[in-house]
């Protein structure tokens, strides 16, 4: 199913905002996320979804606003004060929903990267940089960067998130913001890799969201090191030179990449054992970090 039953109610003068996999609501001073099984790739909403994956999304996230200590939105979990309809389907929406702060998002991704893959690996290939940024030569797919860079990229509601240079970053947001989410940035990273890696898991890189307060207070927001915003690899089967396998959605992309699929109309529907593993992916990378059983299982 590509969202869950709760999604097609209607709940009295709320209306969602529909992202590509997540539904957001609007109660004032708060909002409401919701998590949904859908999932996206090559900037397309698959017409397949993945069980439970809003879940694991929701948990991972609470878990990593706990551990990491940082200024955060998220509010709570518990559903029981929002006095929802009783046409909503309250057992499905269990397990996908944050009540957060709402804050004025901040219109930049903030990527670190620690390892030299994907995108960063493609630029690299043809001119010994990532995002402008050079780099040593001579170094392979999947290497670990001498040092982790920052990347900060442009949200697009739609489409692809374009990467953007620090100083075009700059010129949007002023300088001292760019200077402090570049820093706090660079820091959570610092701090998830290390925790990653004591669970057998490298965190190659990931994008964090920051929305500012009235008082000016950043704070971050949306989803946190989960697998749709951060490439998760199994450390016993890394080795430089080749893209190791991963608990995030590259199992979906690689196996389309493997079809007929152009990128430029409607994906097909991913078959029944490719959805199987994606789900066992998500929830492996969730209990290997968070040292906990999914629920859901």
Not at 98 to 121: D, F, H, M, N
Not at 225 to 236: E, I, N, Q, V
Not at 248 to 265: G, H, I, M, P
Request: charged share 25%; hydrophobic share 35%.
């Amino acid at each position: 199913m590509s969202s869950p039953p709760f999604l097609n109610s209607q709940w009295p003068g709320r209306t969602p905002r529909r992202g590509k996999v997540r539904d957001v609501y609007d109660l004032g001073d708060r909002l409401l996320f919701i998590a949904t099984d859908r999932i996206s790739a090559f900037d397309w909403v698959l017409p397949s979804g993945i069980p439970d994956k809003g879940r694991v999304l929701t948990a991972l996230s609470e878990f990593w606003f706990g551990f990491l200590g940082e200024p955060h939105h998220l509010l709570s979990t518990d559903l029981g004060s929002l006095g929802l309809p009783p046409e909503m389907d309250v057992a499905a929406l269990t397990g996908r929903a944050q009540i957060v702060r709402k804050t004025e998002v901040v219109p930049i991704e903030c990527v670190a990267r620690g390892y030299l893959v994907g995108s960063g690996w493609k630029e690299y290939r043809s001119s010994g940089t990532v995002c402008g940024i050079p780099l040593p030569q001579g170094l392979v797919e999947a290497d670990r960067l001498p040092e982790p860079i920052f990347t900060p990229a442009t949200k697009a509601e739609s489409g692809h998130d374009e990467n953007i240079s620090f100083e075009t970053m700059v010129a949007a947001v002023g300088r001292e913001l760019a200077e402090e989410l570049k820093r706090r940035t660079l820091a959570i990273y610092a701090r998830a890799a290390e925790y990653a890696q004591s669970k057998g898991i490298i965190l190659a890189d990931t994008k964090f969201e920051f929305g500012r307060l009235p008082s000016g207070e950043i704070l971050l927001i949306d989803e946190v090191l989960t697998p749709d915003s951060s490439r998760f690899w199994p450390a016993d089967q890394y080795a430089p030179g080749r893209s190791p396998p991963s608990f995030d959605k590259q199992f979906v992309r690689d196996w389309l990449e493997t079809t007929t699929w152009d990128k430029n109309s409607p994906p097909p529907e991913l078959p029944q054992e490719i959805v199987t593993r994606t789900r066992a992916k998500y929830i492996e990378a969730y209990e290997r970090l968070a040292e906990r059983p999914f629920a859901w299982k």
